[in-house]
């Protein structure tokens, strides 16, 4: 499986892109981090960002987006230019019906090095290790991103057997459901007997 993992934001936008092999082998395709200048119109900054998420669709063709989940900042204009972002590339996918998948930083953390409080030193370290690069990738976003593709490519099918598990009890649930409401209807419907005064022809 490709997976392209977004780290997004509108200054510094991380893109990554790693296969998954069998067991929980990784390789690395690409990384980079797209930069829009401050001082440009939020509109032509997005424009920027859809037409680098295109462009990394279109060459490297990933099986499945993820993309770094939002949470409440301190500052609330970096969290509304970091949703902006994250919205602009689940959209590109959208439209090529590729899957997206949102992960939260402690997930993406806890994949990754084993502790969903690791700092980013450490989620740079590790992916450098688990990529077997020579170098470690700069800036932050670009290997926060590689870690985003990871941390899916270890969680898919994990995820995908809970959502079996989850589809089951529900078919299950239903099927409980009907058996009880069908055995109400036959409690509830008089006997032939009883209609006729206790006596049956």
Same mark, same amino acid.
Request: proline fraction near 5%; include cysteine; hydrophobic fraction near 45%.
């Given at each position: 499986?490709?997976?392209?993992?977004?780290?997004?934001?509108?200054?510094?936008?991380?893109?990554?892109?790693?296969?998954?092999?069998?067991?929980?082998?990784?390789?690395?395709?690409?990384?980079?981090?797209?930069?829009?200048?401050?001082?440009?119109?939020?509109?032509?900054?997005?424009?920027?960002?859809s037409e680098a998420v295109e462009e990394w669709l279109d060459r490297y063709r990933p099986e499945v987006v993820a993309i770094?989940?939002?949470?409440?900042?301190?500052?609330?204009? #970096? !969290? *509304?230019? $970091?949703?902006?972002? +994250?919205?602009?590339? =689940?959209?590109?996918? %959208?439209?090529?019906?590729?899957?997206?998948?949102?992960?939260?930083?402690?997930?993406?953390?806890?994949?990754?090095?084993?502790?969903?409080?690791?700092?980013?030193?450490?989620? #740079? !370290? *590790?992916? $450098?290790?688990?990529? +077997?690069?020579?170098? =470690?990738?700069?800036? %932050?976003?670009?290997?926060?991103?590689?870690?985003?593709?990871?941390?899916?490519?270890?969680?898919a099918p994990m995820r995908s057997r809970l959502e079996e598990a989850q589809a089951r009890a529900a078919e299950i649930a239903?099927?409980?459901?009907?058996?009880?409401?069908?055995?109400?209807?036959?409690?509830?419907?008089?006997?032939?007997?009883?209609?006729?005064?206790?006596?049956?022809?």
């Amino acid at each position: 499986m490709r997976v392209f993992g977004v780290d997004p934001g509108l200054t510094r936008c991380g893109f990554g892109v790693v296969d998954g092999g069998p067991g929980r082998t990784v390789r690395p395709v690409a990384v980079d981090v797209v930069r829009t200048p401050a001082d440009m119109d939020l509109a032509v900054r997005l424009l920027r960002l859809s037409e680098a998420v295109e462009e990394w669709l279109d060459r490297y063709r990933p099986e499945v987006v993820a993309i770094e989940r939002v949470f409440s900042q301190h500052n609330v204009r #970096t !969290a *509304m230019g $970091t949703a902006q972002a +994250g919205g602009v590339v =689940a959209l590109s996918a %959208a439209r090529r019906d590729l899957p997206v998948v949102f992960h939260t930083p402690s997930e993406v953390k806890a994949a990754v090095t084993g502790s969903g409080r690791a700092d980013k030193a450490q989620v #740079t !370290a *590790m992916v $450098t290790k688990l990529l +077997g690069l020579k170098t =470690a990738p700069k800036p %932050a976003d670009a290997a926060d991103a590689l870690a985003l593709a990871i941390c899916h490519l270890w969680r898919a099918p994990m995820r995908s057997r809970l959502e079996e598990a989850q589809a089951r009890a529900a078919e299950i649930a239903r099927t409980h459901r009907a058996r009880l409401a069908q055995a109400s209807v036959r409690l509830s419907t008089p006997s032939t007997a009883a209609k006729s005064g206790g006596k049956a022809e």
